[in-house]
């Protein structure tokens, strides 16, 4: 009987971690706006605006690598104070970016400080988040990764709008500050969750891996190859669907950039249903999905004659499987290594969304042209599809070692 309030009083504190986690999401996610200013960026600094765009490759890696450092803080300072570390970093990246006046001081500013910021808040706020819903997983990360798109969308009309009305260097202070606030409000609602039980369940125990002992297993590495290709593609094709559009499908400037519109609401809806479906059926199989949708996407980009519809139709499927799988990760790790090593767990798999983000431009700077990182990508798809299709969940040696007494 008395164990009633303590109840109330948890689910209270989880609520509340989400609602947190959901703002900060949103404001975290903001970062993806970046394409609006490398045109002004550009003029300013008088530099071609490739050279620009590269300080946004910098930011996926800064975020890539904070991402994996940041269950270290949360250990040490816990949850809530390295949100709000994350925050105020973040409107310091933003204020050096709009007195920037040259490449390298844009690249260590928006780059390395905003991409450090935005890492170290992402994935540690949604890992705690997550492991407050053990029995929710896939829906709790649809809705804090919805956020953090959801977020790049909003911050799309916000950015928009002040640019609009103040200069670029006002707009970056001000965006900075506002993504400060935010990320600052959402901390104060979250705590830090508590430790799984390995006792209650004992298909659970089996599998509380830390990352030490993760890294020794095939399965930790088939996981990150899947991750790697997923986001090669994902990142790729978003990157340059515009360009695709013009290029090779002969599209008008005006048509092309509907692709835009599209990846996000096909990326947002990836996270959505597939996020939902993981709680339903084997998270595993949900990437095979996934990887299937993207096979289908990357086939039409590379073996049709596009026109309008076909282009809008591949683009659309590699979003849509670029969002579900990023939704679905952060729980399928847990499912394999256990959810108290989590982020740390997961922070090193996460690592291939910077690598992703940078191999794709690269190999299509070396070897010009689509079609050659179309056909790596379709290659690295179909053995990610089969690794999937492959992967057993791993057991730890000990059991195996005390069937082989009992037996």
Known sequence: ????????????????????????????????????????????????????????????????????????????????????????????????????????????????????????????????????????????????????GLGSLGFKFICGFLLSVYSLESTFMIWGALAMVMIMIGALFMQDAPKQKSSAQGSNSARDFSLAEAIRLPQ?????????????????????????????????????ANAVTIIAVANLSGRLILGVMSDKMARIRVITLAQMVSLVGMGILLFTQMNETTFFLSIA????????????????????????NLTRNYGLIYLGFGIGSVLGSLIASLFGGFTVTFSLIMALLVISLIMSATIRLPHRQEEDEKALQHA
Not at 102 to 124: E, H, K, Q, R
Not at 234 to 248: F, P, T
Not at 317 to 336: E, K, R
């Open 1 to 148: 009987m008395s164990t009633h309030p303590v109840s109330t009083s948890v689910n209270r504190t989880r609520w509340l971690t989400l609602f947190g986690t959901i703002i900060t999401q949103f404001a975290l996610g903001s970062v993806y706006t970046w394409s609006l200013f490398n045109g002004q960026l550009s003029h300013k600094l008088e530099a071609p605006v490739s050279q620009v765009a590269f300080s946004f490759g910098l930011l996926s890696l800064g975020l890539a690598i904070a991402s994996s450092l940041a269950g270290k803080l949360q250990e040490r300072f816990g949850v809530r104070n390295v949100t709000i570390g994350a925050g105020l970093l973040m409107a310091v990246g933003f204020y050096m970016t709009a007195h920037a006046n040259n490449l390298f001081m844009l690249y260590l500013s928006a780059g390395v400080l905003v991409g450090l910021a935005d890492g170290a808040g992402y994935l540690m706020t949604l890992s705690n988040c997550v492991k407050w819903f053990p029995e929710r997983k896939g829906l709790i990360s649809a809705c804090a990764i919805g956020a953090y």
């Open 220 to 256: 930790y590495w088939m996981l990150a190859l899947m991750f790697l290709t997923a986001c090669m593609s994902g990142l790729y094709v978003i990157g340059v669907a515009k360009d695709i559009g013009e290029g090779m499908v002969h599209l008008s400037t005006q048509t092309a």
């Open 317 to 340: 499927c590699v979003a849509f499987s670029f969002g579900g799988t990023i939704t679905v990760y952060p729980s399928l790790v847990s499912d394999f290594f256990g959810l108290n």
